[in-house]
């Protein structure tokens, strides 16, 4: 009898031919997307220096585009670039990860975990993926979240000479040394506190996690070293339930709007750099707090983010320490333009070299 193909298998080949359809159309990199292929030094723009790679894009033949996942790196760079605040040359491009680095902070099981498509589609949240082989999810989205991560040391490393390392992606804080979750793979400040501190660069780190989500991954990987501080502010009745404990969690009710956010924030600051006393702060700076975000309930207007952003990062300027800022989530379409908003305030107000006040 000849064999007939399901109905269920001639709409999943549709929906792949028109992903991939739609990918080649949407993904053709501009040429400053191309300037930013392979790893290089770039040069700070005064005390900011901006890291990112065109291999950022966690990319699956265009099913991506049926997954939550923010793709929020190259619209924030190319703005960036736009609007003259950035060369492409000054941008700093990472490598990934190693595996070194990466068993820094997790273990040969999940790194075996990775080998098997079902798990990885699990700690994404995206079931359709088990059904690609490992090697391709390795090539197509695996390596992206390595070189995020990657991203963040070369941001860290960065922050350590000029005082700002923005990295326009990673911020992967769920993620836990045996099993990646809620989007994350690898748990990328982590890996890089594990390896400044093996550098012998920093003894102490803090790490401020204001994505809207708490920062369970951070808090179960440093539960036990006093020379991490985590601190995480987040809504209390969304994923991750339940809550894992940082050093210090900050709890919203859905609703919460600028004013108490921020002055909640505010309060809290001092004492949280008194307690940690860091060498450098790693900044998760989700921007899922935005109303309107899909995944989350909080009511803030990018004003507030704006607001939020510059809070921290003028607190370390302000101390004298290093800071790295990671992107986090973000789920709304405007996501994007809150954070790049951000990031150019940041710029504008430390782009000037060292010392020109004073000649
Ligand atoms: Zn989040």
Redesign the pocket.
């Known amino acids: 009898m000849k064999h007939r193909r399901s109905k269920k298998w001639w709409v999943m080949l549709g929906v792949v031919l028109v992903a991939i359809s739609a990918s080649f159309v949407t993904c053709i990199p501009e040429r400053a997307m191309k300037v930013t292929k392979n790893p290089r030094d770039g040069a700070s723009v005064g005390k900011v220096a901006i890291v990112y790679s065109m291999r950022y894009k966690v990319s699956f033949f265009g099913l991506e585009k049926f997954h939550p996942y923010p793709q929020k790196s190259g619209d924030i760079y190319l703005q960036l670039v736009r609007d003259g605040l950035v060369k492409p040359s000054d941008v700093f491009v990472p490598k990934e990860i190693s595996r070194k680095q990466i068993l820094l902070v997790h273990t040969e099981r999940f790194l075996q975990n990775l080998k098997d498509s079902k798990k990885i589609a699990q700690y994404v949240e995206f079931p359709l993926l088990g059904n690609f082989s490992s090697g391709l999810l390795d090539s197509c989205m695996l390596s992206a979240f390595r070189r995020q991560s990657g991203g963040t040391l070369l941001a860290a490393r960065e922050a350590l000479k000029h005082g700002i390392g923005i990295n326009l992606g990673g911020g992967f ?2 993620t836990k040394p045996d099993a990646g979750e ?1 989007f994350n793979i690898y748990a990328d400040m982590a890996i890089a506190i594990r390896q400044l501190q093996t550098d012998g660069a920093i003894k102490r780190a803090l790490i401020i996690d204001l ?3 708490q920062g369970n991954g951070s808090a179960v990987i440093f539960a036990d070293d006093k020379s991490v501080f985590t601190f995480s502010m ?1 809504e209390s009745d969304i994923y991750p339930i339940p809550k894992e404990q940082s050093d210090l969690d900050i709890e919203f009710d859905a609703g919460t709007g600028d004013e108490e956010y921020l002055n909640e924030l505010a309060d809290a600051l001092p004492g949280i750099f008194t307690a940690a006393r860091p060498d450098i702060v790693f900044f998760q700076s ?1 921007a ?1 707090v935005l109303a309107g975000d899909p ?2 309930n909080l009511q803030l207007t990018t004003d507030g983010l704006v607001k939020r952003d510059a809070m921290i990062i003028d607190a370390c300027v302000r101390r004298g320490i290093p800071v790295v800022q990671t992107l ?4 709304g379409e405007n996501a994007w333009r809150g954070q790049y908003r951000s990031i150019r305030r940041t710029v504008e107000r430390y782009s000037a070299p060292p010392n020109t006040s004073n000649r």
């Open positions: 804080h769920h809620g994505d809207v989500h987040h989700g899922d995944l989350a986090g989530g973000g789920y």
